[in-house]
Every structure is written in structure tokens, then in C-alpha cells.
């Protein structure tokens, strides 16, 4: 399991991880498609799993806040980060949670890079003390 960089300010650990396996599909899907990222909005069509595009196909903003960068790219592949971003209104109520992408077998959204291989992204989540260190 790797832990993405911290990002947010005043905290020290953490707040989002990546299985393994995660890890190795998110390589290969980079050599398809690219540098990704992820989005996790709590919306409709698959609102609890994280959505995998690539790098900028999907613009944040304000309303969105950045909880960590991913060091996953395929061996001798460019070191673009892989962002995990989440709408600001899904972190209110996420706050105290530390959260791990992991892979199973399924298909998620059609929206999500990893649609056809026949697996999904999902969230993995545990409670943490406070807000201001995730880990």
C-alpha cells in the first residue's frame, strides 16, 4: 500500500492510501490513457466510488479540494502526480475519515477509465481522531 503526499494545510499524515492492487491497474490504465486523476464527488452513478480520468479531463475548482498526490507512474513514465481530489461538500462530511482506493471485481461507472477492464475503484474508509491529522 503506498499513502498519497500530504497536501492539506496544518495536517501532518496522510488522508488517502492505494492498495496494491490499485496501484498496478492504475499503471497500466497510465499507459493507455496518460497521467490520471481522481475525483471522488458523492453524487449520483457511482457517487461512492472514486472516478479515474485522465489528468485534466475533469476541471476543479473552489468546490473541490485537493486530499493528496499519488507517485504511480509506469516505470520510465513521466513523474506526474496522480491527484485525488473530492467536492468540497463530500469532504465536510468526510472529514474525519482516512480513505484507501482499492480494486474489485465489477463494473463501475462508464465515466471511470477502468470501465472496461471488468473492475472497479472503491473506497475503503476508517474513522480518524480529528480533522487536522488524518493518519
Excluded at 99 to 110: A, C, E, M, N, Y
Amino acid at each position: 500500500m503506498i499513502e498519497a503526499s500530504v497536501v492539506l494545510d496544518d495536517e501532518t499524515t496522510s488522508r488517502v492510501a492505494m492498495t496494491d492492487s490499485a496501484v498496478t491497474l492504475l499503471r497500466t490504465l497510465w499507459e493507455r490513457h496518460g497521467p490520471l486523476m481522481f475525483h471522488q464527488s458523492g453524487g449520483c452513478c457511482d457517487g461512492s466510488s472514486p472516478m479515474c480520468y485522465p489528468a485534466g479531463e475533469l476541471l476543479t475548482s473552489d468546490a473541490d479540494v485537493l486530499l493528496g498526490r499519488f507517485d504511480v507512474a509506469p516505470d520510465g513514465g513521466p513523474a506526474q502526480p496522480v491527484d485525488f481530489w473530492m467536492s468540497r461538500e463530500q469532504f465536510a462530511l468526510w472529514r474525519h475519515t482516512h480513505l484507501t482506493v482499492d480494486v474489485v471485481p465489477g463494473r463501475g461507472s462508464g465515466f471511470s477509465v477502468e470501465a472496461p477492464e471488468g473492475v472497479r475503484f472503491l473506497i475503503r474508509s476508517r474513522l480518524v481522531d480529528d480533522g487536522t491529522d488524518a493518519g
